[in-house]
């Protein structure tokens, strides 16, 4: 499974916290990007993530009870199974990688030296996408894709459907969305 298989399907990423899992599971957003969970709800809840019919990521910045070394992620893929994780930590996307899982490398964009050293990093890094936030800045989508080849997902912000309608026509791969009402909103490839 790769990023863009699994973006064919839809667009919407739904982004949410462990207590709105199921919820999310059965929405048609493509992906889940599970953030503000705790390790131990993880393990209670490991046989739903690793069986999921959506890929799973797991948000390990956000994480309760686990830290971001390269044994924690030896530690998910052998009994957490997601399909892969979120973080802003280039170290940890090289970890996940050698564990074989996914990655989407979260990074915040506030101005032009972030920009600079958004794609120093990407190119350096190799994350299997890359969730730019705000997600409401998409007239910058355009230049990123001309230095990197990475899907892109904005998120962050993002409050309607005539802004992620926006995101889309400006050329973003997905956008994520933590409005559990927007989650079934399907995108046109």
Known sequence: MDMQSILKTNRI?????QERLKEAMESSACAIL???GKLTRLMEEASVIGQSSKPIFLHTDLMNGLSN???SFRF???YIKPTGIVTTKGPMIRAAKKEGMLTIQRVFLIDTTSLTITI???LENQPDAIEIMPGIAPSIISFIKEHLPQPIILGGLIWNLQQVKEALEYGADAVSLSKSKMWNHMTEQ
């Not at 990423?13 to 916290?17: D, K, L």
Request: aromatic content about 6%; proline content about 0%; cysteine-free.
């Open 13 to 17: 990423i739904a982004a949410t916290e």
């Open 76 to 78: 998910l893929s052998t």
């Open 34 to 36: 599970l953030m503000y």
């Open 120 to 122: 120093k990093n990407v």
């Open 69 to 71: 070394d390269k044994e």
